[in-house]
């Protein structure tokens, strides 16, 4: 009845060229709302030790697995 995948698709598009709201809140909403572009762009902006441990959150499981692993991933390129 709704065309909620044209709102969600707005709402993405305002968190990533607008919204000022911080990295690890954005992480996060990408992660709960599986919002793909805002997912890449939250990690292209992530480019040091300092900026992961800027966006984990207290309880890990808050990311799910596949963003962990990201994190990971780019904590070892740092390495």
Request: charged residues 40%; hydrophobic residues 40%; aromatic residues 6%.
């Amino acid at each position: 009845m709704f065309d909620t995948s044209l709102i969600v698709e707005k709402c993405e598009e305002y968190l990533v060229k607008e919204s000022k709201m911080g990295l690890k809140k954005k992480l996060e909403l990408a992660g709960k709302h599986r919002l793909q572009v805002l997912k890449k762009m939250c990690m292209d902006e992530i480019k040091s030790k300092d900026d992961i441990r800027s966006v984990v959150p207290d309880d890990l499981r808050e990311l799910g697995f596949e963003m962990l692993a990201e994190l990971f991933r780019k904590a070892l390129d740092y390495n």
